[in-house]
């Protein structure tokens, strides 16, 4: 690591309402941090909860440096321009993670690793070890490429700097603010002139990373999987406009709100034909969408709560 720098690891966690899962989280991150210098920057977004006192706790007890922001406005595409722009401390890694996972022991390690032996890999992403997205993704992700996990994943120090150089910003509001750095990460920042390149994102089966199981009889996890389904049928939209968008505009052409180019898209196209009850989640994520009122500056903006130093 370079020693000139104050971190080894800026690790962003982002969360909303996650008091059931902080906790796990930064044991977690501490267990993965033994022997480095790593500041962990929490970024409660949205939240009415006590997630930042539950965090706050649990870094005092492991005696971990831990910095908290509050920003009162939940969307955690905002949260990452706050991190890039504002939040982030100089550091030789930049790691990206929900408070809701709970991290391998190695796998800050194994991220780094993608970097070290993979010069061409603009983004890291780790992978599930359990439920449906293990399932789903893992041998995916492992043999393919071409898949940021929002859940754990870092971005190449040089890549950021280069995001922030040109000025660009993920949408605020976009659900898959992840999915768009991925495409960033593999186009190396330049739809026009650059191909899609799946190899640009590295991945470790030794970066993994759990998710609490869901269960049909908790009332929480029930509202949170049909909230999910909505936003995702909201994804499909915003990913039809942005590719209209980008392959000829660049990632420059994006606007400042996610609302303002999937209203844009759905007035030239109208909504996509969709089948069986996604017609029905399609429905409720444009009319949430249009009945949103737009977050006001302040809200967007993020407030410092606490630091615990560490040892």
Same mark, same amino acid.
């Given at each position: 690591?370079?020693?000139?720098?104050?971190?080894?690891?800026?690790? +962003?966690?982002?969360?909303?309402?996650?008091?059931?899962?902080?906790?796990?989280?930064?044991?977690?991150?501490?267990?993965?941090?033994?022997?480095?210098?790593?500041?962990?920057?929490?970024?409660?977004?949205?939240?009415?909860?006590?997630?930042?006192?539950?965090?706050?706790?649990?870094?005092?007890?492991?005696?971990?440096?831990?910095?908290?922001?509050?920003?009162?406005?939940?969307?955690?595409?905002?949260?990452?321009?706050?991190?890039?722009?504002?939040?982030?401390?100089?550091?030789?890694?930049?790691?990206?993670?929900?408070?809701?996972?709970?991290?391998?022991? &190695?796998?800050?390690?194994?991220?780094?690793?993608?970097?070290?032996?993979?010069?061409?890999?603009?983004?890291?992403?780790?992978? +599930?070890?359990?439920?449906?997205t293990m399932r789903d993704?893992?041998?995916?992700?492992?043999?393919?490429?071409?898949?940021?996990?929002?859940?754990?994943?870092?971005?190449?120090?040089?890549?950021?700097?280069?995001?922030?150089?040109?000025?660009? &910003?993920?949408?605020?509001?976009?659900?898959?603010?992840?999915?768009? *750095?991925?495409? *960033?990460?593999?186009?190396?920042?330049?739809?026009?002139?650059?191909?899609?390149?799946?190899?640009?994102?590295?991945?470790?089966?030794?970066?993994t990373y759990e998710i609490?199981?869901?269960?049909?009889?908790?009332?929480?996890?029930?509202?949170?999987?049909?909230?999910?389904?909505v936003r995702q049928m909201?994804?499909?939209?915003?990913?039809?406009?942005?590719? &209209?968008?980008?392959?000829?505009?660049?990632?420059?052409?994006?606007?400042?709100?996610?609302?303002? *180019?999937?209203?844009?898209?759905?007035?030239?196209?109208?909504?996509?034909?969709?089948?069986?009850?996604?017609?029905?989640?399609?429905?409720?994520?444009?009319?949430?969408?249009?009945?949103?009122?737009?977050?006001?500056?302040?809200?967007?903006?993020?407030?410092?709560?606490?630091?615990?130093?560490?040892?």
């Amino acid at each position: 690591m370079t020693r000139e720098l104050p971190w080894d690891r800026n690790v +962003a966690v982002f969360c909303r309402d996650e008091r059931w899962s902080i906790a796990r989280c930064i044991e977690s991150i501490a267990a993965a941090s033994v022997g480095r210098r790593v500041l962990t920057t929490l970024i409660v977004n949205g939240s009415t909860d006590d997630s930042a006192a539950v965090a706050l706790d649990a870094a005092r007890r492991l005696a971990v440096p831990l910095v908290v922001w509050s920003i009162p406005h939940g969307d955690k595409a905002n949260a990452i321009n706050q991190f890039i722009y504002r939040l982030r401390e100089p550091a030789a890694s930049y790691i990206f993670l929900d408070a809701y996972v709970k991290i391998g022991p &190695s796998a800050f390690t194994a991220l780094e690793e993608c970097f070290a032996t993979r010069p061409a890999a603009m983004a890291a992403t780790g992978v +599930a070890i359990n439920g449906r997205t293990m399932r789903d993704h893992m041998l995916p992700t492992l043999n393919e490429g071409g898949r940021l996990h929002g859940q754990l994943h870092a971005l190449r120090p040089d890549f950021i700097g280069r995001f922030v150089a040109r000025k660009l &910003s993920i949408p605020i509001g976009l659900y898959y603010g992840d999915g768009l *750095m991925g495409s *960033m990460a593999m186009h190396d920042l330049d739809p026009v002139n650059i191909e899609w390149g799946q190899w640009r994102i590295a991945s470790s089966p030794i970066a993994t990373y759990e998710i609490p199981e869901l269960s049909p009889f908790r009332g929480r996890d029930l509202r949170r999987q049909f909230h999910r389904k909505v936003r995702q049928m909201r994804g499909r939209l915003e990913n039809l406009a942005i590719r &209209s968008i980008v392959y000829d505009s660049g990632y420059e052409g994006l606007p400042e709100y996610a609302d303002d *180019m999937v209203n844009a898209y759905l007035s030239a196209h109208g909504p996509p034909r969709v089948a069986g009850l996604d017609r029905i989640f399609q429905s409720l994520a444009i009319r949430q969408m249009r009945a949103q009122p737009r977050p006001g500056a302040k809200d967007l903006e993020a407030v410092a709560i606490d630091r615990t130093e560490g040892a």
